[in-house]
């Protein structure tokens, strides 16, 4: 099971907004309403953001927002903050005859 | 409050086996499912499988197919990763991490254990 296609980075500046995109396959993104993505500072547990595509755990700041279209799914974040710089991983389920879920390659955020 | 602890980091040579433990407090641990990722320096999040808590139902990677268990002790509320033919490339920083749904693999991760770095080295 190949990793889902993501940016190796992205940049922005403080109250930008900045869009990570996903990139998979109809077996995995294209084929569930399953992904979420995460947030991961250096030497950190990741941090569940968006589940099911575009749910938001409480806790999460309503900035960050999901979607999905086709085999790509995508992870917006306005208002872009200092404390957003991570890397993000987008998460999908890829059923049961691959292996079940996989991963993205991860995006580095960086805030100018 | 809802947490997951990790056992302590673990070197081992190569051709062994590691045990990882996970210890749930703070919610119903048979209520919910534990998925087990892994990350190697420098590399993305790899997910290596998930236990069903309540029932002990097991979904693996096809990459770890045959060399990990994943277990889990009730009683205790503690979850378990079993890797063996260790090998280098094994070296990585092991989580454990509560998903939303137990009624399959799906990818909502929302708790998360700290780590477990397991060190592979002759």
């Known amino acids: ?112 | 409050q809802v947490q997951l602890v990790q056992s302590g980091a673990e070197v081992k040579k190569p051709g062994a086996s590691v045990k990882v433990s996970c210890k749930a407090s703070g919610y119903t641990f048979t209520s919910y499912a534990m998925h087990w990722v892994r990350q190697a320096p420098g590399q993305r999040l790899e997910w290596m499988g998930w236990i069903n808590a309540g029932n002990g139902n097991t979904k693996y990677s096809q990459k770890f197919q045959g060399r990990v268990t994943i277990t889990r002790d009730t009683s205790a509320s503690t979850a378990y990763m079993e890797l063996s033919s260790l090998r280098s490339e094994d070296t990585a920083v092991y989580y454990c991490a509560r998903a939303r749904s137990s009624i399959a693999a799906l990818p909502d991760m929302d708790v998360w254990g700290k780590g477990t770095t397991v060190t592979v080295s002759s």
């Not at chain 1, 190796?8 to 993505?37: E, F, K, L, M």
């Open chain 1, 1 to 112: 099971q190949s990793a889902l296609t993501q940016p190796r980075s992205v940049s922005g500046s403080p109250g930008q907004s900045v869009t990570i995109s996903c990139t998979g396959t109809s077996s995995d993104v294209g084929g569930y309403n399953y992904v979420s993505w995460y947030q991961q500072h250096p030497g950190k547990a990741p941090k569940l953001m968006i589940y099911d595509v575009s749910k938001r755990p409480s806790g999460v700041p309503d900035r960050f927002s999901g979607s999905k279209s086709g085999n790509t799914a995508s992870l917006t974040i306005s208002g872009l903050q200092a404390e957003d710089e991570a890397d993000y991983y987008c998460c999908s389920y890829a059923g049961s005859y691959t292996s079940y879920v996989v991963f993205g390659g991860g995006t580095k955020l960086t805030v100018l």
